[in-house]
């Protein structure tokens, strides 16, 4: 399966553990792709290896919604189900929320999380959609270099590619609050009625 695992207590923890191991280590949270991804062999470090995995759930404070001077912060810990049952998105962000309800099934919604799902970078990705939309930013941080945030739209360069060094970790998901007497939504279309793979 993986490498090695490792379930650092503060983020501090996580950013040594990725700076000393760079691309031979994935960060996992809600792991519904990855795991899948690194036993099909789909995700390997350069040397053909199967990674090892740094996993996030330990860290307190990941898991966040809230906002603050007109900014919509989301933790990269956030689950789909989140997204679903937070008065603020659904008021402010509803076309993100009503994405977030259209992600697979129950188990899918608890477990992954928004984060997981932009670095993905797949074009079924329910939450990449409404999070461009809405003008969201990607904030990333490594031990070298600090935080940087990357507009979502130039985060996710290609399939399955996003702008993300082997020493950065995602820490967070912004986007500007909507103006008052704003409205959105958000319209999946997939080729069934449940747990549709998005077309579009």
Known sequence: MYAFYHSPA?????????????????????????????????RKTPDGDAPGVIDLTRIPGLAEICEENGVIYLGPLVTHNQCVASPLLVEQAFPLARACWEVGAPQIRNRGTIAGNIITASPANDAVVPLTALGAGVTVRS?????????????????????????????????????????GTFIKLGLRRAQAISVL
């Not at 191991?21 to 792709?33: E, F, H, K, S, V």
């Not at 945030?149 to 609050?177: N, Q, Y």
């Open 10 to 42: 503060t983020l501090d923890e996580a950013l040594r553990l990725k700076a000393e191991l760079g691309d031979r280590a994935r960060i996992i949270a809600g792991a519904t792709d990855l795991l899948l991804e690194i036993e099909r062999g789909v």
């Open 143 to 183: 031990l070298a270099r600090g935080e940087r945030t990357v507009a979502l739209a130039a985060f996710v360069t290609g399939f399955r590619k996003v702008d993300l060094a082997p020493d950065e970790i995602v820490t967070g998901i912004s986007f500007p609050a909507p103006a008052p007497n704003t409205s």
